[in-house]
């Protein structure tokens, strides 16, 4: 990938608990992930009418090893969290993907 690399976390849920509130949600670190990563512009698309949010961010990474990523992980970088929206192998590789991220507030 060219591009300046950037280092993010992978995490994944280990156990959640529901208390009546909103529950409990307990992530666990799984991989040190780098690539290149990619701000988007015009994040916003229009479904049924209504304005959605979409991806913020776009990460292109070489694929990992002995490790599946999934819609349902996050990244985190330092203080930033990035849900992952879609994962696409985008040279049709098998080699290299792209993590559609989106910056949680």
């Known amino acids: 990938m060219i591009g300046p690399k950037t280092s993010f976390i992978l995490e994944r849920i280990s156990s959640s608990t529901e208390d009546g509130t909103g529950g409990v949600v307990v992530w666990e670190s ?3 992930l780098t690539g290149v990563l990619i701000v988007n512009t015009g994040t916003e698309s229009i479904y049924g009418g209504k304005i959605t949010p979409g991806a913020t961010h776009a ?8 490790l ?6 996050r990244l985190k970088d330092r203080s930033l969290i990035y849900d992952i929206l879609y994962i ?15 910056e949680l507030k």
Not at 68 to 73: A, F, L, N
Not at 88 to 102: A, E, V
């Open 59 to 66: 990460l292109y990474i070489d694929k990992p090893k002995a």
């Open 30 to 32: 799984l991989r040190k």
């Open 88 to 102: 696409t192998d985008f040279n049709k590789q098998g080699r290299q993907i792209r993590l559609d991220l989106k």
């Open 68 to 73: 599946t990523i999934t819609e349902r992980d």
